[in-house]
C-alpha cells in the first residue's frame, strides 16, 4: 500500500474520532415516533429479535458498518469489532478493500473469519473501481480474502470530488455493477456512503442485479467534511464544506424505497445512533440497521466497550419494543404504529 493510501486510511479515523464532521441537518428519523402502549400484554423475556438476511440468521439486526482496514490500528477496531459481532450474531463489513486487492501485506487488517467464523460479513469495493480496471476477478478476490457472505459495492461520487485526484469516472457504471451481479458466486449490496440513495436510483441498481440496498443517506458522518479536514488546498477545503449537508436523509430513503420495493431487503444507515432508531428504521421498511461511528468510537477504546454499546443498543430497542407491544421485529411496522409527527 501506498504511505498515501496508508495515510489516507490513519486520517479517516483520527478525523471521524477527533473533528466534529457530523451532518448539521438531520438523518429525519427524529420526526417519527411510536405510539405508546401503556398495557403491551407481552412479557420481555419473550421478545424476540433474531431475524434473518440474504438467508443467514442473526442474533439482533444489526450491522456493524464498512469502517475501516489497511493499517495496524484498523485492524484492532476490525478483531475488537468481530469479536462482539460473532458473540451477539451481529452483521459486519469492513472497508474498502482496494488497498488489498492491490497490497496483499494489507489483507490480515481486514481477515476476521477466523475470529468470527459465524457472523454475516460483507466485502466491500468501491464501484467506481469498475471504471479504473476492476471487474469481477478483482470483486471475487475481495470477497475470497474475507470468505464473505456478500459484496458491498459503496457508491461515493460526492466523496470522490473532494478527494484530492478522486476517480470522477462514473459513466456506464450500471453496466459493469450488472456483470458483477451476475458474475459472483454471493450477492451485491449497492451502498452509498452518506449521501442517500433515490428511489429512482435504486429502481436502476435492482434492474442491474444487486440483491439489497444500503440507503446510507444524509445524517451521520459527513464524508465530504472528512475530507474537506484533510483537503491539501483551500479550494477543495471549501468544496467539502459547501457540500457537507448534501444528501437524502435517511429516513426519506427508507420511506421511498420500501414503498416502491417492498420486498427488496434494505439496510438503513446514515446517522442512527441507538436502539429506538433501529426500531424506527425498521418500522419504516428496513431489514438490518448500520451504525458506523458510535462502534468506530467504543472499538478505539476496547473490547468491552463494543460490548457496552451493543448491551446498551439492544436495551433501547427491546424497549421501544414492550412499549408498542411488538413481541418481534414484524410487529414494529404494525399499521398507525410508527407516526410522523405534522411538524
Not at 434473518?52 to 484492532?76: E, Y
Not at 452483521?91 to 482496494?98: E, I, T, Y
Amino acid at each position: 500500500m501506498s504511505d498515501s493510501t496508508k495515510q489516507r486510511k490513519a486520517d479517516h479515523i483520527k478525523i471521524c474520532l477527533e473533528e466534529d464532521v457530523q451532518f448539521r441537518a438531520s438523518s429525519g428519523l427524529e420526526k417519527y415516533r411510536f405510539t405508546h402502549s401503556c398495557l403491551p400484554e407481552i412479557d420481555y423475556a419473550d421478545l424476540d429479535i433474531q431475524t434473518a438476511f440474504l438467508g443467514k440468521s442473526l442474533g439482533a439486526p444489526l450491522l456493524i458498518s464498512s469502517m475501516t482496514g489497511g493499517t495496524a490500528q484498523a485492524q484492532q477496531i476490525n478483531q475488537r469489532l468481530a469479536t462482539v459481532a460473532q458473540a451477539y450474531g451481529l452483521a459486519m463489513g469492513v472497508g474498502s478493500q482496494r488497498v488489498a486487492i492491490e497490497q496483499a501485506n494489507t489483507a490480515p487488517t481486514f481477515q476476521v473469519r477466523s475470529i468470527a467464523p459465524d457472523i454475516l460479513l460483507f466485502a466491500n469495493l468501491g464501484a467506481v473501481q469498475l471504471n479504473y480496471g476492476y471487474g469481477a476477478e478483482q470483486c471475487q478476490k475481495a470477497v475470497d480474502l474475507l470468505q464473505a457472505d456478500a459484496l458491498i459495492l459503496h457508491i461515493n461520487p460526492l466523496q470522490e470530488c473532494i478527494q484530492p485526484q478522486g476517480d470522477l469516472n462514473f459513466s456506464g457504471l450500471l453496466a459493469k455493477i450488472a456483470v458483477v451481479c451476475e458474475k459472483l458466486n454471493v450477492p451485491v449490496i449497492a451502498k452509498e456512503v452518506g449521501n442517500g440513495i433515490s428511489a429512482a436510483m435504486a429502481k436502476q441498481l435492482i434492474n442491474a442485479g444487486v440483491q439489497a440496498i444500503d440507503v446510507a443517506g444524509a445524517g451521520g458522518t459527513s464524508w465530504s467534511l472528512v475530507e474537506s479536514q484533510r483537503a491539501p488546498n483551500d479550494l477543495l477545503k471549501q468544496l467539502g464544506r459547501t457540500f457537507g449537508d448534501w444528501g437524502i436523509p435517511t429516513a426519506e430513503c427508507l420511506v421511498d424505497i420500501h414503498h416502491t420495493y417492498p420486498q427488496m431487503p434494505l439496510i438503513a444507515s446514515g446517522g442512527l445512533r441507538n436502539g429506538l432508531d433501529v426500531a424506527k428504521s425498521i418500522g419504516l421498511g428496513a431489514s438490518l440497521a448500520g451504525m458506523a461511528l458510535p462502534f468506530l468510537q467504543a472499538a478505539d477504546i476496547s473490547e468491552a466497550a463494543v460490548i457496552d454499546r451493543v448491551e446498551l443498543i439492544l436495551a433501547e430497542l427491546k424497549t421501544a419494543m414492550f412499549c408498542t407491544g411488538s413481541r418481534q421485529l414484524s410487529d414494529l411496522r404494525q399499521v398507525g404504529l410508527l407516526v410522523k409527527s405534522p411538524t
